[in-house]
């Protein structure tokens, strides 16, 4: 059977991972909020649909990266979601970072439809989601990731099944927990060294490839120094993000004093406006320029 894939969310980075499929060959379908967001992959040759619905009922491969919990829960819990239209055998995929349990409750009623679920959160930002080199992170039955690895295949290099459903978006949390407590350092160290009167850039250098190095300061920390501060992922994101994990790590009777540091603040940032803004504008908490 020819795999016809559904897409729902063309932002900064569902936007590169659709054209990397169309450009592997699928046949893509979209539906997005504004359809003005995803013309550029409509004249690549993707297919519009008015709606969740409609596509639903096209595609055999569902692939979802929205922005919020809740968004989730209506596209594909909803009335007019996609358990209620998908076709029997259809393989649905979340790539939304979300709350475990929701995923698990995704993955319930899907099975109830004959439907094949995956929760597979992705990490790697806009240069990850252009580049085809995203961590995949995913939860599920193992038969269904293994049919859907493929896939996979096109939009990451770092593709791993962590457990049942619901495990992909775990490993996401434990990922931003460690994202969290990790920009509190980079913006740090980059004060630092101007206040002792360095170039920044230089000691960039000097500590990104020895034990101090880290995604985020190979990655982000350029773009701070610069005064960069256009998303490659939202703030807003990523306040949901660890607001997520903190309610997970409570449940769990763990304490998270750096991921609660680190939240709040992201929020005093949210709160100055800078919400639409990329992770790496924290540095400007540091530098007192809100």
């Known amino acids: 059977m020819t795999t016809t894939i559904g897409f729902i969310g063309t932002g900064v980075m569902g936007k590169s991972m659709a054209t990397h499929l169309i450009e592997a060959g699928y046949e893509v379908h979209l539906f997005t909020r504004t359809k003005a967001k995803a013309q550029e992959l409509l004249d690549a040759g993707a297919v519009w649909e008015e709606s969740i619905a409609s596509l639903a009922q096209r595609v ?5 990266i929205v922005g919020y919990p809740y968004d ?5 819990l909803g009335e007019d979601g996609i358990i209620t239209h998908a076709q029997p055998g259809t393989y649905l995929i979340d790539m939304t970072t979300s709350d475990p349990v929701l995923a698990e409750t995704i993955s319930q009623a899907a099975e109830k439809k004959d439907l094949h679920s995956l929760d597979a959160p992705v990490s790697g930002g806009d240069i990850g989601a252009k580049n085809g080199k995203l961590t995949i992170m995913a939860g599920g039955k193992e038969k269904d990731f293994e049919a859907m690895r493929p896939i996979f295949e096109k939009l990451g290099e770092n593709i791993v099944l962590q457990g049942p459903a619901g495990a992909g978006q775990h490993t996401k949390m434990a990922n931003q927990i460690t994202i969290a407590s ?3 350092g980079v913006s740090e160290a980059i ?20 034990a101090a190095g880290s ?4 990655n982000l920390a350029p773009r701070m120094i610069k005064g960069d501060s256009d998303p ?3 703030i807003k994101h990523f306040i949901k993000d660890m607001k997520i994990a903190l309610a997970n790590a409570k449940k769990m009777g763990l304490q998270t004093p750096g991921l609660a ?26 530098e007192g320029n809100l």
């Open 232 to 234: 490659g992922f939202y």
């Open 261 to 286: 540091l680190s939240l709040e603040l992201y929020e005093e940032l949210a709160e100055k406006g800078l919400e639409d803004r990329g992770t790496q504008a924290l540095i400007k908490w540091f």
């Open 182 to 184: 990790n920009m509190i």
């Open 191 to 210: 004060m630092y060294a101007k206040k002792a009167g360095l170039d920044p850039v230089r000691v960039l250098k000097s500590i990104s490839t020895g």
């Open 215 to 218: 995604w985020s300061l190979s």
């Open 72 to 76: 989730v829960e209506t596209i594909y």
């Open 60 to 64: 055999n491969v569902i692939i979802s």
